[in-house]
């Protein structure tokens, strides 16, 4: 093969070796760009969900796809508010117990109320996620709340872990 010859090849095959990882590198680069701070044509933020609440009746909950996984939303009953405290009507949370990740079930409580209860250690929550003394292992903690802030009185909107709540 002559000198010439080769050196077209070689040169033809890093050309296209530097074509094809520009090629790799732009979905990377372009997903990188998506978020970047003032970015106004940035695509939807996946971890910003917004949802609407008002067709949630009281005593029933409406469960929401989010990255950091799914979401529930209690609708508190007027009985909740009074028996339990706390003014608000909703409480946003992740349907899982802290320390082993059991999955919560909606659940008549002995004050007459409705709370949670996970079956691996037969924790109790109350209607705004507080674990009840005496039930559950002492290591557990209340059910967490994603971040999350109020547009209206029946809109709301999920966040980045991290982020700040406007």
């Given at each position: 093969m002559s000198?010439?010859r080769?050196?077209?090849?070689?040169?033809?095959?890093?050309?296209?070796v530097?074509?094809?990882l520009?090629?790799?590198?732009?979905?990377?680069?372009?997903s990188?760009?998506?978020?970047?701070?003032?970015?106004q044509?940035a695509?939807?933020?996946?971890?910003?969900?917004?949802?609407?609440v008002s067709?949630?009746?009281?005593?029933?909950?409406?469960?929401?796809d989010w990255p950091?996984?799914e979401?529930?939303?209690?609708?508190?009953?007027p009985?909740?508010q009074?028996?339990?405290?706390g003014?608000?009507s909703?409480?946003?949370?992740?349907?899982?117990?802290?320390?082993?990740?059991?999955?919560?079930?909606l659940?008549?409580?002995d004050?007459?109320?409705?709370?949670f209860?996970?079956?691996?250690y037969?924790?109790?929550f109350?209607?705004l996620?507080?674990?009840?003394q005496?039930?559950g292992?002492?290591e557990q903690?209340?059910?967490?709340?994603?971040p999350?802030?109020?547009l209206?009185?029946?809109?709301?909107?999920l966040?980045?872990?991290?982020?700040?709540?406007?």
């Amino acid at each position: 093969m002559s000198s010439m010859r080769r050196y077209y090849l070689t040169a033809s095959l890093k050309l296209l070796v530097v074509i094809g990882l520009i090629l790799v590198s732009l979905p990377f680069i372009g997903s990188l760009m998506t978020f970047a701070p003032g970015n106004q044509t940035a695509r939807t933020n996946p971890w910003q969900v917004e949802v609407d609440v008002s067709t949630l009746p009281a005593g029933q909950i409406k469960t929401v796809d989010w990255p950091g996984g799914e979401v529930w939303i209690y609708h508190r009953t007027p009985a909740d508010q009074h028996q339990h405290g706390g003014e608000d009507s909703y409480f946003v949370f992740l349907p899982r117990e802290s320390k082993k990740g059991c999955q919560v079930t909606l659940a008549d409580l002995d004050d007459g109320g409705q709370g949670f209860t996970e079956p691996c250690y037969l924790a109790r929550f109350d209607s705004l996620g507080r674990r009840l003394q005496g039930s559950g292992d002492p290591e557990q903690e209340d059910l967490q709340s994603p971040p999350h802030n109020w547009l209206s009185a029946t809109r709301l909107r999920l966040t980045a872990p991290g982020e700040r709540a406007e």
